[in-house]
């Protein structure tokens, strides 16, 4: 069983750039959440995928967009990068379903450093 | 929305002593609270979890407790042992929200 993996591992970008994130959940699983963790922090939701749907999000601006895919991987795209977006931004995978939580599995994310 | 308090921020002990870390929460709808270990390096790995219907939950040398009431939850870690060493956060569901973490150190 594969898990959760993400790219690139590391990315260096510019103060007005635009980035993308990507994300492969793990097998069997149709969920995609996107979480931010700045330095020294817990992470915090930005938004969640089921069914290639937005189906929650955090308190994060529209700058921060997503995508999921019929095979259920994701991006997370981040435009008009802020020096405050430097960040490691972790994926996490579900299988949803049913009206409980189910377990989210993270993948060792993408250390964003923006200049 | 949830808010998350996490206590201490930092925790060292002597291997074989235990650890205690602490957590609130602010949304009486929450009904899931899983804890996770986060190693350098690594994105948050899920080390025990409790359901709101539940008061305490073991798994060999860790257990987490659940006050409803006082919307209090606790992990314990006991004969702590230097692979320990890591950080710790506690989560609450509605929406997975995290505390702030604890950096657990475990000293040979």
């Known amino acids: 069983e594969t898990g959760v993996t993400q790219s690139p591992t590391h990315l260096i970008k510019t103060r007005g750039q635009q980035v993308t994130l990507r994300c492969s959940s793990q097998?069997?699983?149709?969920?995609v959440s996107w979480y931010q963790q700045a330095l020294g922090q817990g992470p915090q939701f930005i938004f969640q995928?089921?069914?290639?749907?937005?189906?929650g999000r955090g308190n994060f601006p529209p700058r921060f967009s997503g995508l999921q895919f019929p095979n259920y991987s994701s991006e997370l795209n981040v435009n008009a990068l802020e020096l405050d977006d430097s960040a490691l931004y972790l994926c996490?995978?579900?299988?949803?379903?049913?009206?409980?939580?189910?377990?989210?599995?993270f993948g060792p994310g993408t250390r964003l450093t923006v200049l | 929305g949830e808010n998350v308090e996490q206590h201490p921020s930092t925790l060292s002990v002597q291997e074989g002593d235990s650890a205690v870390i602490k957590c609130t929460y602010s949304?009486?709808?929450?009904?899931?609270f899983p804890w996770y270990k986060q190693e350098l390096g690594k994105g948050p790995q899920l080390i025990i979890d409790?359901?709101?219907?539940?008061g305490e939950k073991k798994d060999q040398r860790i257990a987490v407790t659940l006050n409803k009431t006082a919307k209090h939850f606790s992990l314990h870690i006991t004969e702590t042992q230097p692979e320990d060493s890591a950080v710790y956060f506690c989560?609450?569901?509605?929406?997975?929200?995290f505390g702030s973490g604890t950096q657990l150190t475990v000293l040979p």
């Open positions: 995928y089921y069914r290639e749907e937005e189906n």
């Open positions: 409790i359901r709101s219907n539940v």
């Open positions: 989560a609450a569901v509605g929406q997975l929200t």
């Open positions: 996490a995978s579900s299988r949803q379903g049913g009206a409980e939580y189910n377990e989210q599995f």
């Open positions: 949304d009486s709808a929450s009904n899931y």
């Open positions: 097998s069997g699983h149709n969920t």
